[in-house]
């Protein structure tokens, strides 16, 4: 007979990533249709939705392309900072946790 005992680990929980609102600012510069064109093209939205935030962004001076974990949401404001520069327009795009 062994004198053996089994140990059990402590089921460790996972935890849902802290979530970042990624942001459109408003400018006098960049076209609407830029605006429309980089929520489809980086945020996946639909010409209906892109044209419903970029209304908003004008409007309000800020809307919110999207939400996502912080690597995604840094992700998406180079890319649309990238986006802006090669098309010689303003427009800025900024993170903050939701």
Do not use: W
């Amino acid at each position: 007979m062994s004198d053996t005992t089994t140990q059990t680990r402590p089921q460790s929980q996972t935890r849902t990533p802290p979530m970042y609102r990624v942001l459109l600012l408003n400018d006098d510069y960049t076209p609407m249709d830029f605006v429309v064109e980089v929520l489809m093209q980086f945020f996946a939205k639909s010409e209906l939705e892109a044209v419903r935030i970029m209304l908003e962004v004008h409007q309000a001076g800020v809307g919110i392309a999207g939400v996502y974990a912080y690597e995604i949401a840094e992700t998406k404001v180079n890319q649309v900072a990238q986006a802006a520069l090669e098309a010689q327009y303003p427009l800025q795009c900024a993170m903050e946790p939701e």
